[in-house]
């Protein structure tokens, strides 16, 4: 596919970025795109022309060669994806609106980080390393190198502070994996998970690819077993495989009930006839009814519940042609504007039952199952929407890039290499930003 021409999407470099002269039409480029950047004073922040969120994306079948491309430059990421950044923006305008973020920021966000990281000169350093649960912060800092690598334009310098827990903590600019409404400072990150979760899901499938390909393989084989009927179903559409006839008609959730709104989810379907819903012991996880992300595909209908804070299974979930049956989540992902929870939206593409989980989730149990062709559609405009387009591992990049350009544009300082900090490549063999020589 030709690169598609976007006179704002050079916008995110700064004024005084460091262009290589190009020829006259780089130049008129430059003049171009440097207009339109917003100064530290500027009270808008708008990244490309007003209502270009609104367009309709490219063609799915046009992405289904380009899903899994890294490079794609800011015009294509712009047309695949249109609708993916407003949370970097978001977060943009509210920094910008309170003086950009300063060293200070940075020096206080520092001390409740995982890490301290730079990118400079198109290379990533590690200024101060903590770490975090497990290797949820290491898993970021890869897909961050994943992403400076990957780039085939120039990404802005920048420096910033990642946290890996399960909500932004503080009151300062940073980056986290998920973040409360009220958390209006917290630049939300692609989580862990679309790098890889090891320690829960084991060696058999925990890199973000390995599970997209596991669920496919598994869908594909359901489809085998479906009979003609699921063959001439109306919402199947694309490539999508039809699945739907060979899937348990149940609701399925195992976990660690360890909240409140867990623990409704166990009360409202006990005893139910369309439950699959049960505890997992950590402890004892193969003999407690533990799934893959995978197994999960076998079941028209999956259970998404938050727990101490944001729950990393939703986008595995999401990789299943099947409904998502969620209560109203109360952490943010970089991808959560997304979803489509009107009943009466040809487009619905998730099912939100309201709390206490024992007073409606059997009620809207009982009419998924009695309208099927609803349900069908629910879980094929989830698989085309989210899994195939917004979800894949080149929306996750170009994401990643736009997020780092939106955060640079609100910075009041100049980035500078200095001395502290090492490049990604010895902290990645080392753990440390200083040692000693031997």
């Known amino acids: ?65 380009w ?3 890294l490079h794609l430059t800011q015009s294509q990421c712009q047309v695949f994806f249109p609708r993916l950044y407003q949370e970097a923006d978001r977060a943009a305008e509210w920094t910008l609106s309170r003086g950009g973020v300063t060293l200070k920021d940075l020096d206080a966000a520092e001390e409740k980080g995982s890490a301290r990281l730079l990118i400079w000169r198109n290379k990533l350093y590690v200024r101060r390393w903590r770490g975090g649960i497990n290797t949820r912060a290491q898993a970021s800092l890869a897909a961050i190198h994943d992403m400076v690598i990957s780039s085939t334009e120039p990404l802005p310098d920048v420096e910033f502070v990642i946290q890996s827990g399960d909500n932004g903590d503080g009151d300062e600019p940073v980056f986290a994996l998920s973040r409360k409404p009220e958390q209006e400072s917290v630049s ?16 058999d499938a925990s890199a973000y690819t390995e599970i997209r390909q596991a669920a496919l393989d598994r869908e594909w084989g359901l489809a085998g077993k479906a009979g003609e009927d699921s063959l001439r179903s109306v919402n199947v559409t694309g490539n999508q495989p039809p699945s739907w006839g060979a899937k348990i008609p149940k609701l399925l959730w ?11 989810l ?6 139910q006839p369309w439950s699959d819903v049960g505890e997992i012991d950590w402890g004892k996880v193969k003999e407690t009814g533990f799934l893959s992300p995978a197994e999960h595909c076998d079941y028209r209908f999956l259970a998404q519940v938050e727990g101490w804070g944001y729950s990393g299974r939703l986008k595995y979930l999401q990789m299943c042609r099947s409904v998502i049956v969620s209560h109203p989540l109360r952490y943010i992902q970089h991808f959560h504007h997304l979803f489509n929870t009107n009943d009466r939206s ?58 780092i350009r939106a955060y640079a544009s609100v910075q009041a300082f100049q980035p500078e290499r200095g001395d502290r900090g090492v490049a990604y490549e010895s902290w990645l063999l080392t753990g440390r930003t200083e040692w000693e020589q031997h």
Request: net charge negative; with cysteine; hydrophobic share 40%.
């Open 1 to 65: 596919m030709p690169d598609i021409q976007n006179p704002f999407s050079a916008g995110f470099t700064r004024r005084h970025a460091i262009v290589t002269a190009a020829g006259l039409f780089t130049l008129i480029a430059l003049i171009t795109f440097l207009k339109g950047v917003p100064s530290s004073s500027s009270t808008s922040f708008s990244r490309y022309p007003a209502g270009w969120q609104d367009r309709d994306p490219a063609p799915l079948g046009e992405l289904d060669s």
């Open 188 to 203: 939300v990150l692609a989580d862990f998970g679309f790098y890889s979760w090891p320690e829960p899901l084991g060696s």
């Open 254 to 264: 195992r976990g660690v009930p360890m909240v409140d709104v867990r623990q409704q």
């Open 266 to 271: 166990l009360r409202a379907s006990r005893d």
């Open 346 to 403: 040809p487009q619905q593409n998730m099912v939100e039952v309201p709390t206490p989980l024992e007073e409606n989730l059997p009620a809207v149990m009982q009419a998924l199952i009695a309208d099927d062709e609803r349900a069908e559609r629910i879980a094929s405009n989830s698989w085309s929407y989210l899994r195939q387009r917004y979800l894949t591992p080149a929306a996750n990049n170009c994401y990643f890039r736009y997020a």
């Open 67 to 69: 899903a899994d491309n």
